[in-house]
């Protein structure tokens, strides 16, 4: 019988050790947890891209029919010197309502003689990410809008 309980107690201090790593996976040192969205972006038209300033980044939650879309998280990166660009953007599992639904929203900017940074390239189809069956991976297409 003390063997048994010792096989229990070793077996539920692994079960802790390995649930404690994978917490600690999603935990940046903040009180907060944090998920991630990877991918790629790519140009429609990578060869006339030029003078580009930064690539912005924007999980919105797109539930809300005829309203804004709300912003759960945004990065702006350096345009890569070859396209397609590989990212990863974190959000607050907590912003999270597993009832709405998530899109990854993407432009970049050119950089004008003027000193002036103008949008060049969106995103101009949905991207669903996290819920409702998409999981947190997806490939982008943007297109010059300029």
């Known amino acids: 019988m003390s063997l048994i309980k010792n096989d229990i107690r070793f ?3 692994i079960i802790l050790v390995v649930g404690l790593f994978f917490v600690s996976a999603c935990y940046d040192g903040s009180s907060t947890l944090k998920g991630k969205v990877t991918g790629t972006i790519a140009l429609n038209d990578p060869g006339v891209a ?3 300033a930064r690539v912005r980044i924007a999980i919105l939650d797109v539930s809300l029919v005829d309203a804004a879309s709300l912003k759960i998280s945004e990065i702006d990166l350096a345009p890569p010197e070859e396209w397609p660009l590989v990212f990863s953007i974190d959000y607050v ?3 999270i ?3 709405h639904s998530y899109s990854l929203f993407v ?3 050119e950089l004008h003689e003027d000193g002036e940074e103008k949008r060049a390239y969106i995103t101009t189809q949905s991207y669903p990410i996290i ?3 998409y999981g947190n991976t997806t490939d ?3 297109e010059r809008i300029n």
């Open 11 to 13: 077996l539920t201090s």
């Open 131 to 133: 819920t409702q069956g």
């Open 93 to 95: 599992l907590s912003d």
């Open 107 to 109: 432009e970049v900017f």
């Open 50 to 52: 030029s003078n580009l």
């Open 97 to 99: 309502d597993s009832s």
């Open 140 to 142: 982008v297409w943007i």
